[in-house]
């Protein structure tokens, strides 16, 4: 016998019918699916811009730590210049600082322009082309393969929790005095 699947949670249940509303509420019946298609990719796009963000606050307060005691600018300026800084450069001074190694800052990186392509080409199954008409195609694509919802499922998303997750335990290590006075007692 099958334990009760507990009730969704509030806040998914709000989610999932906002996303419903958006996408399918306002057509007609004979048109309820044709933004289908939209809304996978842009599940697509959302999963890549959250795990993007959530790695690179990570990175940043990281390149924080390595950078705050080798500065000789007040703490203030150090925050603000690191938060001024893109993502790329937070890539590029992270593995500098060796907060981050070599294949962890190509595979971050990789991000950054998945990233970036998702951020600017509303459809991403569309090959992309830059400047040259003569050009070849340029899918949007991860490790050389479209980002389709079975390799979010099975790749792109186990290779970036697992740095999320190394890279959380890092940071929370490091800060477990801040996060938990009595341990540092």
Known sequence: MN???????????????????????AGSDNEEHTRAAVLRENVIRLIVFDMHLAIEE?????VFDALGPRSSLPREQTIAYVKDLTSRQVLDLAVELGVIDTPRYERLRDLNVLRNKAAHHWDL????RRGNPAAP???????????????VRSEFLPAYREIY????????EAHRDELDPAAGH
């Open 58 to 62: 990570l990175v940043r307060s990281q």
């Open 165 to 172: 997750a190394s890279m959380l335990s890092s940071w929370t």
């Open 137 to 151: 195609d340029r899918p949007l694509a991860w490790d050389g393969r479209p980002l389709t919802p079975e390799a």
């Open 125 to 128: 199954n569309r090959r992309v």
């Open 3 to 25: 334990a009760p699947t507990p009730p969704e949670p509030e806040a998914v249940r709000d989610a999932l019918q906002l996303l419903d509303y958006h996408f399918f509420g």
